[in-house]
């Protein structure tokens, strides 16, 4: 059973910037990692997704060219979502989750059945 545990959430004024890390143990292979988000009243919606086997990445329309999802040199299933050019429309409730699946990257929320608990992203305008 792999566990993932996210870190690094807070409150930013908008055009700031947080850095999210989530790390994935319990798991010795390469993994599919994404972050999700979730606002009140919303459905939660892919973010960014990385492919710890090689790096490939893939982001939400909405993020691209603010929001880069990156994995750690010394520890690949730990990933980060550097998170820039914040908006108040990014705050949500951030989720790691992990896949062995063996899946490209993805924001498909079938493919994950491994989540984090949460950390909470707030962007005052």
């Known amino acids: 059973q792999v566990q993932v545990v996210e870190s690094g959430g807070g409150s930013v004024q908008a055009g700031g910037s947080l850095r999210l890390s989530c790390a994935a143990s319990g798991y010795i292979y390469a993994l599919t990692m994404g972050w999700f988000r979730q606002a009140p009243g919303k459905e939660r919606e892919g973010v960014a997704s990385?492919?710890?086997?090689?790096?490939?990445?893939?982001y939400a329309d909405s993020v691209k060219g603010r929001f880069t999802i990156s994995q750690d040199n010394a520890d690949p299933n730990t990933v980060y979502l550097q998170m820039n050019s914040l908006k108040p429309e990014d705050t949500a409730m951030y989720y790691c989750a992990a896949s062995s699946a063996g899946v490209r990257a993805s924001l498909s929320l079938s493919l994950y059945n491994n989540w984090g608990q949460g950390t909470q992203v707030t962007v005052s305008s």
């Open positions: 990385i492919y710890t086997g090689g790096g490939t990445t893939y």
